[in-house]
T-cell receptor, first 117, second 110 residues
Framework: GAVVSQHPSWVICKSGTSVKIECRSLDFQATTMFWYRQFPKQSLMLMAT?????????EQGVEKDKFLINHASLTLSTLTVTSAHPEDSSFYIC?????????????FGPGTRLTVL | GQNIDQPTEMTATEGAIVQINCTYQTSGFNGLFWYQQHAGEAPTFLSYNVLDGLEEKGRFSSFLSRSKGYSYLLLKELQMKDSASYLC???????????FGGGTRVLVKP
């Protein structure tokens, strides 16, 4: 159980274009999903918290107009990187929160490697 | 948020035991997670501690002391495939966000 998928696995795009990344919880419902970014040899940095049916909450320094998040259902959240530039090249990872009586555990998707030329 | 500290790198021999320590700020702390991340892949969940004590799961065990703001992940009978980064992450009482440490890269040598 607790499987999270992410699509695409990798994407190469030209500077100025937009890229959409999908995150799906396959066998559980997730009211809350999270989007992280990870640069080489660094730890995960939280970008935003995605809540089903409401606006995402962005971390300080993350531009909400550049990183658009939509959480339209209990199993799907999308992150759109708008007008991508080379400095946006990174490993983007989503997680979905599984809630039980005892804990809230985040399960991660396989990640999306974005390269902006 | 939490300040999560863990060593940057550790090296151990196949078959040995390695202990990865993690310290955190106790104010606003709820529970502590350990994740394993292989290079180029996403993290996979290993353990969650909210109460003091040791939780054992096969070759991996995790310990928490809430009063000391301290946790460790114990890897026994190391295998080559255990070479990875191990991430310590704290969850706060005010919400469900995780704050990650920098990760500890463990290199298992033959």
């Amino acid at each position: 159980g607790a499987v999270v998928s992410q699509h695409p696995s990798w994407v190469i795009c030209k500077s100025g274009t937009s890229v959409k990344i999908e995150c799906r919880s396959l066998d559980f419902q997730a009211t809350t999903m999270f989007w992280y970014r990870q640069f080489p040899k660094q730890s995960l940095m939280l970008m935003a918290t995605s809540n089903e049916g409401s606006k995402a909450t962005y971390e300080q320094g993350v531009e909400k107009d550049k990183f658009l998040i939509n959480h339209a259902s209990l199993t799907l959240s999308t992150l759109t990187v708008t007008s991508a530039h080379p400095e946006d090249s990174s490993f983007y990872i989503c997680s979905a929160e599984s809630r039980t009586e005892f804990s809230n555990t985040q399960y991660f998707g396989p990640g999306t490697r974005l390269t902006v030329l | 948020g939490q300040n999560i500290d863990q060593p940057t790198e550790m090296t151990a021999t196949e078959g040995a035991i390695v202990q990865i320590n993690c310290t955190y700020q106790t104010s606003g702390f709820n529970g502590l997670f350990w994740y394993q991340q292989h290079a180029g892949e996403a993290p996979t969940f290993l353990s969650y501690n909210v109460l003091d004590g040791l939780e054992e799961k096969g070759r991996f065990s995790s310990f928490l002391s809430r009063s000391k703001g301290y946790s460790y992940l114990l890897l026994k009978e190391l295998q080559m495939k255990d070479s990875a980064s191990y991430l310590c992450a704290g969850s706060g009482a005010a919400g469900n966000k995780l704050t990650f440490g920098g990760g500890t890269r463990v290199l298992v040598k033959p």
